[in-house]
């Protein structure tokens, strides 16, 4: 490896469990609830959030154990990232699986974890919990996941 080159820059495959973690930016789009249309298969965004998600943070508050919560969880990982069609479009496991820079705002490039936040890219100020939701229907949002 290039010693040159900002892990967040190689291959996904090439990354180890930290830099793997390390990459995710905290946005917390990818533990919001979706409807999946029946008929058609489109997925349509909800702002109802898993109940496990410190919304403010954009983190899970009990990642370590979040499968004996949340059985349908998805552990993303290398080989199913590409799948995985519901993902946010800035999702940065995303982006490299296609060979495509971090944002701007991204922790790893701006040096901060609240930039997230600050160009609206995350889940804080407009979720709520799945524990207050009820229908996801009444929940739909036009926002561009």
């Given at each position: 490896?290039d010693r040159?080159?900002p892990?967040?820059?190689?291959p996904?495959a090439?990354?180890?469990?930290?830099?793997?973690?390390?990459?995710?930016?905290?946005c917390?789009?990818?533990?919001?609830h979706?409807?999946?249309?029946?008929?058609s298969?489109?997925?349509y965004a909800t702002?109802v959030?898993?109940?496990?998600?410190?919304?403010?943070?954009?983190r899970?508050s009990?990642?370590?154990?979040?499968?004996?919560y949340?059985a349908?969880?998805?552990?993303?990982n290398a080989?199913?990232?590409?799948?995985?069609?519901w993902?946010?479009?800035?999702?940065?496991?995303r982006?490299?699986a296609?060979?495509?820079?971090?944002?701007?705002?991204h922790?790893?490039?701006?040096?901060?974890?609240?930039?997230?936040h600050?160009a609206?890219?995350?889940?804080r100020?407009?979720?709520?919990?799945?524990d207050?939701?009820?229908?996801?229907e009444?929940?739909?949002v036009d926002r561009?996941?």
């Amino acid at each position: 490896m290039d010693r040159l080159t900002p892990f967040w820059e190689l291959p996904l495959a090439r990354l180890d469990r930290a830099q793997w973690e390390a990459l995710c930016d905290g946005c917390g789009k990818c533990c919001l609830h979706k409807v999946e249309d029946a008929d058609s298969g489109d997925i349509y965004a909800t702002n109802v959030a898993c109940r496990l998600l410190d919304r403010d943070q954009g983190r899970c508050s009990d990642y370590r154990h979040r499968h004996a919560y949340v059985a349908e969880c998805v552990r993303l990982n290398a080989g199913n990232v590409d799948e995985i069609a519901w993902l946010p479009v800035t999702c940065a496991y995303r982006l490299r699986a296609a060979g495509e820079p971090l944002p701007d705002w991204h922790y790893l490039i701006s040096g901060s974890r609240e930039s997230v936040h600050e160009a609206g890219e995350s889940t804080r100020g407009w979720t709520i919990s799945e524990d207050m939701a009820g229908d996801l229907e009444h929940h739909m949002v036009d926002r561009i996941l």
